[in-house]
């Protein structure tokens, strides 16, 4: 089974930064795209920043200059960095992973979400 943990959220003030973590596990072959979106109450879910396996990056333009995503390929980890943090960040983050499964004898395809981590910023 794989499975995406995120970690980081919490409370801040307007202004301040947060860091937010997701490990993945399981029986991985290899992980390509990887990424955070974000759901507001009352608000559809929406890409926040992705990476792909060579280091390319995309981002929101909300969050342009302020956000920076970062992967660990060894480690199977991808990383949000926060700045500048504002009222309208506010939401559930939620990791996204594509993932190349391995089983005995052959390779699958899964796109995996992790459970979602809440981030709240007040102002």
């Known amino acids: 089974q794989v499975q995406l943990v995120e970690s980081g959220g919490g409370l801040v003030q307007t202004g301040e930064s947060l860091t937010l973590s997701c490990a993945a596990s399981?029986?991985?072959?290899?992980?390509?795209?990887m990424g955070w979106y974000r759901q507001a109450p009352g608000k559809q879910r929406e890409m926040v920043a992705r990476?792909?396996?060579?280091?390319?990056?995309a981002y929101a333009d909300s969050v342009k200059g302020r956000f920076a995503i970062s992967r660990d390929n060894a480690e199977l980890t991808v990383t949000l960095r926060m700045n500048s943090l504002e009222p309208d960040d506010t939401a559930v983050y939620y990791c996204?992973?594509?993932?190349?499964?391995?089983?005995?004898?052959?390779?699958?395809?899964?796109?995996?979400w992790g459970q979602g981590t809440l981030v709240t910023v007040s102002s």
């Open positions: 996204n992973a594509d993932i190349i499964t391995q089983a005995e004898t052959s390779l699958g395809y899964l796109e995996v």
């Open positions: 990476i792909g396996t060579d280091g390319s990056t």
């Open positions: 399981g029986s991985i072959f290899s992980i390509g795209t």
